[in-house]
């Protein structure tokens, strides 16, 4: 067995499947019996098909949606609403990635919430000078800055090329949510 070197892996672009894409990193981390944890940092108050498996999976694979919506969607909550929320997610975050109590730890959308203003660039590098050497931490979302690039191991860039929204085809179950 090789010797386990804690990445910090990082899944930007414009293109869909970020999430998908460390979704499935998770998926192989349980296959080779560790334990994963995903927080949404602006997933939250919809049922998402990825919420269904882990229950299946058993207690090392699970998903925390900590976030209040999509923030450009009218859906009640105001930006201080999402900033909260945001907030929370972070201190859990912090304080999951120092209990030492999972091998992967997906904070889906966090780079979005960087974007959106609801966290800082500063707590999210703060975040990743905590990280243990043997944690793997995987950041998702579009516009991933030169910092946290700078600092990750692994960078994959989603490229869309064509998209289905394009020509009228709305969200569709099972791809999309």
Do not use: C
């Not at 091998?103 to 960087?114: C, G, P, Q, S, T």
């Amino acid at each position: 067995m090789s010797e386990t070197n804690g990445l910090i892996l990082v899944f930007t672009g414009n293109g869909k499947g970020k999430t998908t894409a460390a979704l499935g990193m998770g998926l192989r981390a349980w296959g080779q019996g560790m334990k994963v944890l995903v927080l949404q940092f602006i997933k939250g108050g919809w049922r998402y098909g990825e919420l269904n498996a882990p229950a299946r999976l058993g207690d090392r694979f699970e998903i925390r949606q900590r976030g209040e919506g999509f923030t450009r969607v009218d859906n009640g909550k105001t930006l201080e609403d999402h900033r909260e929320a945001a907030r929370h997610a972070l201190e859990e975050a912090n304080k999951e990635i120092t209990a030492g109590n999972f091998d992967l730890i997906i904070l889906d959308e966090i780079l979005y919430a960087l974007k959106f203003g609801l966290i800082t660039r500063e707590e999210v590098l703060a975040l990743l000078d905590k990280k243990p050497p043997r944690l793997h931490i995987a950041l998702t979302g579009r516009d991933a800055p030169p910092e946290i690039i700078d600092r990750a191991d692994l960078v994959t860039e989603m490229k869309e090329i064509k998209h289905h929204y394009k020509k009228g085809i709305k969200a569709q179950r099972g791809i999309e949510f």
